[in-house]
């Protein structure tokens, strides 16, 4: 789908994140809070956004609130942001994006399926995602 790792990544995260919008509007006519917040990363805060609710950015539409990830993951890569390093793994730098534990049950399923989705491992420097 994605040729870039850093696209393969932010596309992983919304997986992660169980962002599916067949499946939400299956379930429910108002969708997931990511659906109805047009987040598909669940982002907390982020230049892009046009409000928040509930401790979480609302976006335009759902393009908005991908590339909201692709920002946030070069922030992590290219140094720009005071929680992760560029030198961190992905592990590290997954585990700060959706508030897990590393080792928790909750990150090993979340980094099981980052990795398996952009082919990315765990233990790659998060900088690695800027290269092809």
Same mark, same amino acid.
């Given at each position: 789908? +994605?040729?870039?790792?850093?696209?393969?990544?932010? *596309?992983? !995260?919304?997986?992660?994140?169980?962002?599916?919008?067949?499946?939400?509007?299956?379930?429910?006519?108002?969708?997931?809070?990511?659906?109805?917040?047009?987040?598909?990363?669940?982002?907390?805060?982020?230049?892009?956004?046009?409000?928040?609710?509930?401790? +979480?950015?609302?976006?335009? #539409?759902?393009?908005?609130?991908? +590339?909201?990830?692709?920002?946030?993951? @070069?922030? *992590?890569?290219?140094?720009?942001?005071?929680?992760?390093?560029? @030198?961190?793994?992905?592990?590290?730098?997954?585990?700060? *994006?959706?508030?897990?534990?590393?080792?928790?049950?909750?990150? #090993?399923? *979340?980094?099981?399926?980052?990795?398996? !989705?952009?082919?990315?491992?765990?233990?790659?420097? !998060?900088?690695?995602?800027?290269?092809?």
């Amino acid at each position: 789908m +994605f040729k870039t790792k850093i696209f393969k990544v932010a *596309y992983a !995260i919304v997986m992660a994140e169980g962002w599916d919008p067949g499946a939400t509007i299956v379930a429910s006519s108002l969708g997931t809070r990511s659906w109805r917040n047009h987040n598909p990363g669940n982002i907390r805060l982020s230049i892009f956004q046009s409000g928040q609710k509930d401790g +979480f950015a609302i976006f335009d #539409n759902d393009i908005v609130g991908f +590339f909201a990830i692709i920002h946030q993951l @070069t922030l *992590y890569a290219a140094g720009g942001s005071a929680n992760v390093k560029p @030198t961190d793994s992905l592990g590290f730098a997954m585990a700060k *994006y959706s508030g897990t534990t590393i080792g928790s049950p909750q990150w #090993n399923t *979340y980094i099981a399926i980052v990795e398996k !989705i952009s082919g990315v491992s765990r233990n790659d420097q !998060i900088k690695s995602i800027l290269q092809n």
